[in-house]
């Protein structure tokens, strides 16, 4: 897929900083349900965190930036510390980020683990639109994310499937 749009990041008046790979960055600390991020829905995940503020759900937002190797001493912490967690990607569901996430938790031993949504994209043909039609239309912009975290808790965060666009 080619990108689309404007990119948004780092300064870049400065000198150039390398990333280690599988490593993350916390951009916002929360307690209520930790957004785990990757590539072009980092910024719509921070925007749904301020939009869950509002509504008094206080989320916790991760650039996890790597797909892999996945930051797995940022996963355990967040495994530990927190009792929803949302992946958020723009990619396909079906073997993507989501998945490899969960993927991982089936390893590890946790005495109470979180309940896990996967938002994404679903395995079906997209119309062409406009990229901020598509993201508006998958609920994988600021707004649609935020909704979506919403109907997650007030289920309990009983997740039977991986969520996205209904």
Same mark, same amino acid.
């Given at each position: 897929?080619?990108?689309?749009?404007?990119?948004?990041?780092?300064?870049?008046?400065?000198?150039?900083?390398?990333?280690?790979?599988?490593?993350? &960055?916390?951009? =916002?600390? /929360?307690?209520?349900?930790?957004?785990?991020?990757?590539? *072009? @829905?980092?910024?719509? !995940?921070?925007? #749904?965190?301020?939009?869950?503020?509002?509504?008094?759900?206080?989320?916790?937002?991760?650039?996890?930036?790597?797909?892999?190797?996945?930051?797995?001493?940022?996963?355990?912490?967040?495994?530990?510390?927190?009792?929803?967690?949302?992946?958020?990607? &723009?990619?396909? =569901?079906? /073997?993507?980020?989501?998945?490899?996430?969960?993927?991982? *938790? @089936?390893?590890?031993? !946790?005495?109470? #683990?979180?309940?896990?949504?996967?938002?994404?994209?679903?395995?079906?043909?997209?119309?062409?639109?406009?990229?901020?039609?598509?993201?508006?239309?998958?609920?994988?912009?600021?707004?649609?994310?935020?909704?979506?975290?919403?109907?997650?808790?007030?289920?309990?965060?009983?997740?039977?499937?991986?969520?996205?666009?209904?």
């Amino acid at each position: 897929r080619y990108p689309r749009g404007a990119g948004r990041g780092v300064d870049i008046s400065g000198p150039a900083v390398p990333l280690l790979p599988g490593t993350s &960055e916390t951009l =916002r600390k /929360g307690k209520d349900v930790c957004l785990l991020a990757v590539g *072009a @829905v980092v910024y719509p !995940a921070l925007e #749904a965190a301020k939009v869950l503020a509002a509504a008094g759900v206080n989320a916790e937002v991760v650039d996890m930036r790597f797909i892999k190797p996945l930051d797995e001493a940022v996963l355990a912490r967040i495994w530990n510390e927190h009792s929803h967690v949302v992946t958020v990607e &723009e990619n396909s =569901r079906a /073997g993507g980020f989501g998945a490899a996430v969960l993927e991982w *938790a @089936v390893g590890q031993e !946790a005495s109470a #683990a979180p309940r896990v949504a996967c938002l994404g994209i679903p395995d079906h043909f997209q119309e062409h639109a406009t990229r901020q039609e598509l993201l508006a239309e998958l609920k994988l912009d600021g707004p649609g994310i935020a909704a979506q975290v919403e109907e997650f808790l007030a289920r309990g965060g009983h997740s039977s499937r991986a969520q996205s666009a209904s």
